[in-house]
């Protein structure tokens, strides 16, 4: 493959990865704003993302990656990909399929607020995690 016709890894190299080779990638819905979880990419998990235009992630505990929703069919569809002023975390604009981003079947992960000295689930299920998974 001649460098004309190989795709080029400039804009990866410009990512500031962890000493695991890893980066923060926060996924945001793309109409609302609302942040809808963090989770971590790898080089190939980024790369992936950009070609499939899907959230793909590194998954630190399996050691492998992982499609979005491909056991819930809560994908999440590319809209912008964005990466911040130190080049350490990426921000995702997505289109979420279903409207549930959280394994516990709510729309965002980000669903406890802080009050009084506790967490406090403030988010309604949309659906439940066994009906998921």
Request: include cysteine; hydrophobic fraction near 35%.
């Amino acid at each position: 493959m001649t460098s004309e016709t190989a795709p080029s890894s400039d804009w990866l190299d410009q990512v500031k990865w962890d000493a695991d080779g890893l980066v923060p990638a926060i996924a945001q819905d793309y109409q609302t704003g609302r942040i809808l979880m963090m989770a971590w990419m790898n080089r190939e998990a980024l790369t992936l993302t950009v070609k499939e235009q899907r959230a793909i992630y590194y998954s630190r505990s399996r050691q492998t990656l992982w499609r979005k929703g491909e056991s819930s069919g809560h994908v999440q569809h590319l809209h912008e990909l964005r990466l911040d002023c130190d080049a350490d975390v990426i921000v995702m604009q997505v289109d979420q399929v279903g409207g549930i981003a959280c394994h516990t079947g709510r729309e965002s992960c980000f669903y406890k607020v802080y009050e009084n000295d506790e967490w406090i689930a403030v988010d309604p299920v949309k659906k439940d995690p066994s009906d998921i998974y």
